[in-house]
């Protein structure tokens, strides 16, 4: 296990040596995407606390990724028109502070989590992944007609939110900030992995019938994980909105949510860094091969289809072999 | 005052009725054993009893009746299973098996690694990867890990070596000495059975057909219902 722990180290220097490399050689498109697969990686984060350690798979974690851009879009929207979000009870305005977007953000995607939640976790296996895909797309089709945002047009925010300290809109700051989130929500995921919490989980999932003997309520585990694991994928969602400063439907739809699925099956399900190495090979290829042909999603197919097939470690898997959770 | 008492519970899988009308009483401190021939629903009647299977009739626990009691919180009252064939968390080490079900009260890891210190020298390794006896050594000490006040063992020293069945035993009587638990033991042992239980309830075909002082169950009745 220590080769995973060296691994892990590996991905962490590559998320901070290239990001320096390329702002000494004045690279800002290259710090780009690496924020954009911090913040990937941070949705995938997310995805695998429900599925990695509670067995949820969910195939509708895009709505928690455009909950959490849709918070930012609709606080910055509105401070930048200079129109309340609300008069009453009492007068709301928009924001144009990072902090606060966030914080609406995990709010609101952990109130989503919790409803969803509660009425997904009534069913299971494919039952739960359509339920799950059926949420995903009520929240898509109710923002493509909701035309105060935009609609199917999406929303624009014409400056970056701001961060205190920091000129957000120069790459390598606001790629800091969201490296720092990732590695902090990296590092609770591992201490939740091998709190009681997290070790009654993992029993949950191999077992829920005889989990409930030993006085554990395997349906509020699965609750409590999907929620955690949907506020994690609403921040990386506000980030992701707040990067492109634009929000559109997109971000809803099950095909976000299959890609949040891809990065955690590439790198690997239950793995720490599984999802940040998924999320890092996605950027790569989408980036390299997408310059080569428009058709870059089939090679992408190829490698998932060699992962399922021949490494059902993932790309961690492979490298380092089976591991356990707790490890 | 009675810990547990079943009256007149009956259970049913589907079509198939395995429980017509079983009846069960066990005191603080006391130690019971549920007998009968395989088959003969001691097992359904453990299940009912961790509300692992629905019933009807009532169970009645520490005066609270658990009878339409989800299985989790009927636990939470402090009724402690080792069920049938073990049934660890495989990928779950020793100690993480121990914490899973652990609950406030006074057992804990240290005072299950003493009273198995097998245990506590295999603490990293994974369940699937311990012997039988040392995997029904771990779910004695998970179940003893939620502070339970009745302590359920379906077949537990079950296709055990002669030594570990020993060792189970003297646990057994352990607990029932110095601690004091309320056991409800289920084996095919009538020689342990004798040497650790206060009384005994023997079951036939889903009824409840003898129940007295575990000195009074003679040889007619270990005949007639056990095969003895």
Known sequence: MMREYYLNTIILGIFIIIPIWAFIMDEPFTITLMTRAAIFALAAVGLNIALGLGGLVSLGHATFFGIGGYSMGILAYHAQTFTPLMEWPILVSGSKLMPLIWINAVIMSAVAGLLIGILSLRTSGVYFIMITLAFGQMFFFFSISWSAYGGEDGLSIYIRNSFPGLNTLVPIHYYTLCITLLCAVLWINSRLIKSPFGIALNAARQVPARVETVGLNPVRLKLAAFIMSGTVTGLAGALFADLNRFVSPTMFSWQTSGEIMVFVIIGGVGRLFGPVVGALVFVALEHWLGGLSDFWHIYLGLLLLGIVLFGRGGLIGMICGEARLHE | ?228
């Open chain 2, 1 to 228: 005052m009675s810990l547990l008492q079943l009256s007149d519970v009956s259970a049913s899988y589907g079509a198939s009725q395995a429980l017509f009308g079983v009846d069960l009483d066990i005191a603080e401190g006391q130690v019971a054993a549920l007998m009968g021939r395989n088959g003969m629903g001691k097992s359904s009647t453990v299940k009912c009893i961790c509300r692992m299977l629905p019933s009807s009739g009532h169970i009645f626990f520490a005066g609270q009746d658990i009878t339409n009691m989800p299985s989790h919180r009927a636990a939470r009252l402090g009724i402690g299973l080792v069920p049938e064939g073990r049934r660890c968390f495989k990928d779950l080490s020793v100690y993480e098996n121990l914490v899973a079900a652990q609950q406030a009260g006074l057992w804990n890891f240290a005072k299950i690694v003493d009273l198995f210190p097998r245990l506590g020298e295999r603490e990293s390794q994974l369940a699937a990867s311990l012997s039988g006896g040392e995997q029904q050594m771990l779910a004695i000490g998970r179940a003893l890990m939620t502070n339970p006040r009745l302590l359920i063992l379906d077949e537990a020293t079950e296709g055990l070596a002669p030594l570990i069945r020993q060792e189970i035993w003297s646990v057994i009587s352990k607990l029932k000495y110095d601690i004091g638990l309320s056991i409800l033991v289920i084996d095919k042992s009538l020689k342990e059975l004798r040497s650790v239980c206060d009384k005994a309830v023997v079951i036939e075909r889903g009824l409840t057909v003898w129940s007295g002082q575990m000195k009074d169950l003679n040889q007619d009745v270990a005949e007639k219902y056990l095969g003895v």
